[in-house]
């Protein structure tokens, strides 16, 4: 069972930049691929970014690429995203995810791979 708590979420202008936080509990965080998620209202959810159990493998949506960076402290058992250069595109709930995982270099971008999530939290970008 994992536990996932995200924070760092906000009102931000355009151009400015946010880094959320997804805090795990339990000893397994090691053990599980982590992804960020995002939903807008009135949109489904998508995949933002994720990263393997050990973060040597990454993968982004061409929507943040060059502009978010996804990584992850197990000894911490913390996963971070950093975002720059915020639009209001990027307005939505963000949601942290894990996928407990056997293979070390592996990642997901399928909400249905994730067995938890965070509750989300908010970020805004303003015009």
């Known amino acids: 069972q994992v536990q996932l708590a995200e924070s760092g979420g906000g009102l931000v202008q355009a151009g400015g930049s946010l880094r959320l936080s997804c805090a795990a509990s339990g000893r397994t965080f090691s053990s599980n691929a982590m992804g960020w998620f995002r939903q807008a209202p009135g949109k489904e959810r998508e995949f933002v970014a994720a990263t393997s159990r050990s973060g040597s493998t990454i993968y982004y949506a061409d929507s943040v690429k060059g502009r978010f960076t996804i990584s992850r402290d197990n000894a911490k058992n913390t996963m971070y995203l950093q975002m720059n250069s915020l639009t209001p595109v990027d307005t939505a709930v963000y949601y942290c995810?894990?996928?407990?995982?056997?293979?070390?270099?592996?990642?997901?971008?399928?909400?249905?791979?994730?067995?938890?999530w965070g509750q989300g939290t908010q970020v805004t970008v303003s015009s």
């Open positions: 995810a894990a996928a407990p995982t056997s293979g070390s270099n592996w990642l997901y971008t399928q909400p249905n791979h994730y067995a938890y």
